[in-house]
Structures are given as structure tokens and as C-alpha cells.
T-cell receptor, first 113, second 115 residues
Framework: EPEVTQTPSHQVTQMGQEVILRCVPISNHLYFYWYRQILGQKVEFLVSFYNNEISEKSEIFDDQFSVERPDGSNFTLKIRSTKLEDSAMYFC???????????FGDGTRLSIL | AQSVTQLGSHVSVSEGALVLLRCNYSSSVPPYLFWYVQYPNQGLQLLLKYTSAATLVKGINGFEAEFKKSETSFHLTKPSAHMSDAAEYFCAVSSITGGGNKLTFGTGTQLKVEL
């Protein structure tokens, strides 16, 4: 069964540095998403992306964050000037057009020191 | 605006007993509803979904859920728990607007299965 794959599985970064989290969505899916889960808290929506542009973003997704589809397969989340509170599990998801079910990757655990 | 409430952050059942995980939602438009399961150190796996067809939805691993509009509920059940069901379960809601829809999650319920 096709899967969403995320790399790396764990990223440790010094505060203030930039990180890029990578995702390969399922190949025939056209909607892409990022969510995050801070330890002990609920999964929160960050952003959705369709047709090479952001379709919706949450108030969490401020100027510190950006997303990009650099080629036909990858979907990335960039976090600039990381802060301690950015430490979380970041999940990528994808869905087919007009299909509500989203398929998630295994996540990247981001630790900011 | 949408929201999900999961009653009980921790539920413990005996192996072979009924599993009931509660989910209530709030949505100003007809909702899509989902249950996801998360095993330790893994991602979110879709268990089942309600998309305005049958109100009783069957999913993987013997789980099912019933959409009750009058009660704004979407509780997850399984007749007989297995040790392998121990995991965290998340209820989520999105709205029927077509195309991509953001999911709003509940806080999750940790299911423990005891011998």
C-alpha cells in the first residue's frame, strides 16, 4: 500500500538555526498538509497546499514557517530561526482531490536545544 | 468552527472486553469524521471514516463507529479487545467543502488492554 514518507525521523537542531523537514506524499495525491504535535498535546493543523500554493494556514503558521514543493515528489516544511517551543513531532499528510481522508507519514521528531 | 471532544484521556479494558472510546464533535456544517490510531513511535493510521453515506462505519482491525447527528457523537467500538489494540486513538473532524480539508483533532484517548 502506498505510503507517505518523511525524513529525517529525528532532527536535533540548535536554537536559532533553520531546519527543513521533508516529505514524499503518495504519488497520485494532490493535497498536502503539515501538522504538529507538541509532546502531551493534541495534533494541530499547520498548513494545506494545493496546486503549488497554500490553500489554508493556521495562526501557528507565521512568517517563521514556509512550505515548498521543489520537485514532482517532495514537499518540504522550512522553519527559520528555530525556538525551543518549536520542539514537536511534525506530521506530513496527503489526500486525493475531493477525498476527505488524509494519509499520514510516521513523522519527524524535532528537538530544539 | 469545528471542535472535537474525546471523553477519557485513558481507558483500560480487559482482553476480550468491549472497547468504547467516546467522541463528540461540533461543526457548523455537515462534517466528515475520522478515527486515527497511533502506535508508539509511529504515525497516524486511518481506522475508519464517515463521509455522509452509511451512519455505521466499519474500519480496520474490527473497529466500527456510528455517526449520531442528534447526539453529535461518533463513538468508536470494538466487541472484543486484543492486546495489540493498545495504542492512542484520535477522533478528528473536517468539513464538507471539497478538495483539501484541514483536520481538527481531539486530545486523544490512550487505550490500555490488560490480561
Amino acid at each position: 500500500e502506498p505510503e507517505v514518507t518523511q525524513t529525517p525521523s529525528h532532527q536535533v537542531t540548535q536554537m536559532g538555526q533553520e531546519v527543513i523537514l521533508r516529505c514524499v506524499p503518495i504519488s497520485n495525491h494532490l493535497y498536502f498538509y503539515w501538522y504538529r504535535q507538541i509532546l502531551g498535546q493534541k495534533v494541530e493543523f499547520l498548513v494545506s497546499f494545493y496546486n503549488n500554493e497554500i490553500s489554508e494556514k493556521s495562526e501557528i503558521f507565521d512568517d517563521q514557517f514556509s512550505v515548498e514543493r521543489p520537485d514532482g515528489s517532495n514537499f518540504t516544511l522550512k522553519i527559520r530561526s528555530t525556538k525551543l517551543e518549536d520542539s514537536a513531532m511534525y506530521f506530513c499528510a496527503s489526500s486525493e482531490v475531493y477525498q476527505p481522508a488524509q494519509h499520514f507519514g510516521d513523522g519527524t521528531r524535532l528537538s530544539i536545544l | 468552527a469545528q471542535s472535537v471532544t474525546q471523553l477519557g484521556s485513558h481507558v483500560s479494558v480487559s482482553e476480550g472486553a468491549l472497547v468504547l472510546l467516546r467522541c463528540n464533535y461540533s461543526s457548523s456544517v455537515p462534517p466528515y469524521l475520522f478515527w486515527y490510531v497511533q502506535y508508539p513511535n509511529q504515525g497516524l493510521q486511518l481506522l475508519l471514516k464517515y463521509t455522509s453515506a452509511a451512519t455505521l462505519v466499519k474500519g480496520i482491525n474490527g473497529f466500527e463507529a456510528e455517526f449520531k447527528k442528534s447526539e453529535t457523537s461518533f463513538h468508536l467500538t470494538k466487541p472484543s479487545a486484543h492486546m495489540s489494540d493498545a495504542a492512542e486513538y484520535f477522533c478528528a473532524v473536517s468539513s464538507i467543502t471539497g478538495g483539501g480539508n484541514k483536520l481538527t483533532f481531539g486530545t486523544g484517548t490512550q487505550l490500555k488492554v490488560e490480561l
